[in-house]
């Protein structure tokens, strides 16, 4: 808790870079204001746009400070008690009704990992392995094919390493320019003044193509793929290394020593892509061959070639395989294992990677540990004194699209699925007409929150304590100012009364301490003892610096990078495959002749919750807009700042067009931050097999353009 005169140090909301900074308090309630932290472990002292509005949102008028009860499709304020009785009363009548697997529960990428811990507790002790948070939407790919083939899903090295000693930076599918300014400022561009050189490729040109001048120099290059063409334009880099590799055996363009010593599967990989036609690959990518040759050439000869991915690679049918292929061109080179290589998911919101961390997921458990593996199984009723289902469960999208046949309720902490998943409107149809029961706790009355039958008013990230880990398994503690709004409540506490009520003593025979905690740090403690990757921590020793994961003992300083003698799998070795183009689900055609694919701003945070009641922000990009192509816009009679109507077969929104030779020909890029017209009313519900995450950047989309001049603005509803 702070005092009058002394600012508190705690973690940015937003994106995953993990930034230091101060909130000072006023003498006013409720008046809270930024400040920079000059010694912030991860950042220094420098902030982003969004960081330093993040306070704007905390006494904003929009926030939910009462507990409302839906009566004949109106909210009227209950109290807390009331509250409580109506979401357990209605867990319970779900569970008896139907079974434990008619609830899902959605935990949230901005709350602590206390809470996120709670939350699958809770849904486990429940008995359903139904729990998911948005890392579905972002990395789950990522998560699956780094987890399957390395060991563990996230970055497997830090910004400071990477900044230190990186001589290449592969970018793909990423935008840290735009969705990681600080880390992209204060480690990536550093490193470029120091020698380092990008190689990004994204179909889009942005604020990274900007940033490093890659227009302007030889040095660096942007290769600008259609979108969904990552996997071919991955295996004309793959081929040429080996084609030089054949030719000149000894110029190092593979690492014989680390394929042989740490890696299986390369074999594999060769006879995948025996037969591939580079000529054809580099046609359907879009890209002249002999720009992916020389981009081939600068990664594999460096002395250390780092990769990073993001939602470009990860949000596709085939983001498995895409992430895959990126992890076979790091191990097969061997930049893997040191300072400054490796392969790096850039992560989205300043608690993805901890939401997942412990085990807010559908078939795992904290620190990763599965759910159908009996003995980690075992290891974690032990603690927890009740035994958990031993088969995964159903992630947030197939929750969604089970509504009004297998599932009845929901249980939302955080999260906005009628603005973050794909087909929105489909969405939002399923939940209001076919949803038994809906529970949202949140600090807004999102889009979600307006469909529910209790919403439960949550106190803001500037209000509550706990620890968070960010991009690079850094976890870090968020400590709190005065609550705003006196009958708010932390969502740890929350949580801990609806679990004490419902498992509580005389409460279906359960244990009455499951849910008994004080404050985070006693969570915290708990989850120490079910994941082994944050075992070693307590929050004395993450203390203002943090501490990488994994931390298996307590005094261990935690791993900077990983994989430095031998990967975290069963047997010890990398594992390289070969994999295939797939193109997306849904390709243009006569009727859809566009290719849509999406993105974030960086004045802008997900389903904008936060970010579009940012005065400061809001002023950066009112509204969402479309990107056309000088040569497509001709076509359609567009010009710049026109209002058109973005179609797809899923529905339609209104946007402004900005005209621009940034996106290729032939392809539209748009945001899902805007309310009045988010992206994902058009976004493709289809996922991919294994990771089940959807097909975000791809589908087919078409614009009609009528006759309104570009001033008239559409209304924002």
Same mark, same amino acid.
């Given at each position: 808790m702070s005092t009058d005169d002394e600012p508190v140090k705690t973690i940015c909301p937003y994106c995953g870079v993990g930034c230091g900074i101060k909130v000072r308090e006023g003498?006013?309630?409720?008046?809270?204001?930024?400040?920079? *932290?000059?010694?912030?472990?991860?950042?220094?002292?420098?902030?982003?746009?969004?960081?330093?509005?993040?306070?704007?949102?905390?006494? +904003?008028?929009? #926030?939910?400070?009462?507990?409302?009860?839906?009566?004949?499709?109106?909210?009227?304020?209950?109290?807390?008690?009331?509250?409580?009785? $109506?979401?357990?009363?209605?867990?319970?009548r779900v569970r008896d009704e139907y079974s434990p697997d008619a609830m899902g529960f959605f935990g949230s990428s901005k709350t602590m990992?206390?809470?996120? $811990?709670?939350?699958?507790?809770?849904?486990?002790?429940?008995?359903?392995? /139904?729990?998911?948070?948005?890392?579905?939407?972002?990395?789950?790919?990522? &998560? *699956?094919?780094? #987890?399957?083939?390395?060991?563990?899903?996230?970055?497997?090295?830090?910004?400071?390493? !990477?900044?230190?000693?990186?001589?290449?930076? *592969?970018?793909?599918?990423?935008?840290?320019?735009?969705?990681?300014?600080?880390? /992209?400022?204060?480690?990536?561009?550093?490193?470029?003044?120091?020698?380092?050189? &990008?190689?990004?490729v994204d179909p889009h040109a942005n604020k990274t193509t900007r940033s490093f001048q890659i227009d302007e120099t030889d040095r660096h290059m942007h290769l600008q793929p259609k979108p969904g063409t990552d996997i071919p334009l991955l295996n004309v880099v793959i081929k040429t290394v080996l084609e030089k590799h054949e030719a000149n055996p000894e110029a190092g363009w593979i690492d014989e020593a680390f394929i042989d010593e740490r890696t299986e599967g390369f074999e594999h990989l060769r006879e995948t892509l025996e037969g591939f036609d580079k000529e054809a690959a580099a046609e359907e990518c879009g890209v002249p061959l002999e720009d992916i040759e020389l981009a081939a050439e600068k990664y594999a000869m460096a002395n250390n070639a780092a990769i990073f991915t993001g939602m470009g690679m990860s949000q596709h049918t085939c983001g498995v395989d895409n992430v895959q292929n990126e992890i076979n061109l790091g191990l097969m080179t061997g930049n893997v294992g040191r300072p400054g290589t490796g392969v790096n998911p850039l992560r989205g919101q300043n608690n993805v990677q901890g939401a997942s961390d412990v085990g807010t997921m559908p078939n795992v458990l904290p620190g990763y540990q599965l759910v159908d593996d009996d003995e980690a199984r075992e290891s974690v009723e032990e603690v927890w004194g009740f035994d958990v289902p031993p088969e995964p469960g159903l992630?947030?999208?197939?929750?969604?699209?089970?509504?009004?046949?297998?599932?009845?309720?929901? $249980?939302?902490?955080?999260?906005?699925?009628?603005?973050?998943?794909?087909?929105?409107?489909?969405?939002?149809?399923?939940?209001?007409?076919?949803?038994?029961?809906?529970?949202?706790?949140?600090?807004?009355?999102?889009?979600?929150?307006?469909?529910?039958?209790?919403?439960?008013?949550?106190?803001? *990230?500037?209000?509550?304590?706990?620890?968070?880990?960010?991009?690079?398994?850094?976890?870090?503690?968020? #400590?709190?100012?005065?609550?705003?709004? =006196?009958?708010?409540? +932390?969502?740890?506490?929350?949580?801990?009364?609806?679990?004490?009520?419902?498992?509580?003593?005389?409460?279906?025979?359960?244990?009455?301490?499951?849910?008994?905690?004080?404050?985070?740090?006693?969570?915290?403690? =708990? !989850? #120490?003892?079910?994941?082994?990757?944050?075992?070693?921590?307590? $929050?004395? !020793?993450?203390?203002e610096e943090g501490v990488h994961w994994p931390c298996y003992e307590p005094g261990d300083e935690g791993d900077p990078f990983l994989y430095e003698d031998s990967f975290d799998t069963e047997n010890g070795l990398g594992k390289i495959e070969g994999v295939r183009h797939q193109p997306p689900k849904e390709v243009p055609d006569e009727e859809y002749p566009l290719v849509l694919t999406t993105g974030r701003l960086e004045e802008h945070y997900n389903t904008g919750t936060m970010s579009r009641r940012s005065p400061t922000l809001s002023r950066q990009h009112p509204e969402n807009f479309v990107d056309v192509h000088p040569n497509d816009a001709e076509r359609y009679g567009i010009e710049d700042g026109d209002y058109v109507t973005l179609k797809s077969r899923r529905g339609e929104i209104r946007v402004r067009a900005d005209v621009t030779d940034e996106i290729k020909e032939g392809v539209v890029w748009t945001t899902p931050h805007f309310a009045a017209a988010s992206a994902n009313v058009l976004t493709n519900n289809v996922l991919d097999e294994r990771a089940k995450i959807p097909e975000y950047k791809a589908a087919a989309a078409e614009i009609e353009v009528s006759v309104e001049p570009s001033d008239a603005a559409p209304a924002d509803d």
């Open positions: 003498d006013e309630p409720g008046d809270v204001q930024f400040m920079p *932290w000059a010694d912030a472990p991860v950042n220094e002292g420098s902030i982003c746009i969004k960081g330093g509005a993040a306070t704007e949102v905390v006494n +904003h008028e929009d #926030r939910l400070t009462d507990p409302l009860i839906k009566e004949d499709g109106e909210f009227r304020e209950a109290t807390w008690e009331e509250a409580y009785s $109506y979401v357990v009363d209605e867990l319970e990992n206390e809470e996120n $811990y709670l939350i699958q507790k809770l849904a486990r002790r429940y008995g359903t392995n /139904n729990v998911d948070n948005c890392t579905r939407m972002c990395h789950a790919s990522t &998560v *699956w094919a780094l #987890r399957t083939s390395l060991g563990a899903g996230a970055m497997t090295n830090s910004m400071a390493d !990477l900044e230190e000693a990186a001589d290449v930076f *592969w970018i793909q599918g990423a935008n840290p320019g735009e969705q990681h300014p600080i880390a /992209n400022s204060q480690y990536f561009r550093q490193a470029v003044l120091e020698g380092a050189t &990008v190689i990004q992630t947030n999208v197939e929750i969604s699209n089970s509504i009004g046949d297998t599932v009845h309720g929901l $249980y939302i902490m955080g999260e906005n699925p009628v603005m973050s998943e794909p087909d929105a409107n489909e969405v939002e149809e399923r939940i209001e007409d076919e949803l038994g029961f809906l529970c949202v706790q949140d600090i807004f009355m999102t889009e979600t929150a307006e469909l529910a039958d209790v919403v439960l008013p949550a106190t803001t *990230w500037a209000e509550r304590g706990g620890t968070v880990t960010n991009t690079d398994r850094r976890v870090q503690r968020m #400590r709190p100012a005065h609550k705003v709004h =006196e009958n708010t409540k +932390h969502d740890l506490d929350i949580l801990c009364e609806v679990g004490t009520r419902l498992f509580g003593e005389g409460a279906n025979g359960g244990d009455p301490d499951g849910f008994d905690f004080d404050d985070p740090e006693e969570v915290f403690e =708990e !989850l #120490r003892q079910v994941c082994p990757i944050y075992h070693g921590m307590t $929050y004395d !020793l993450l203390g």
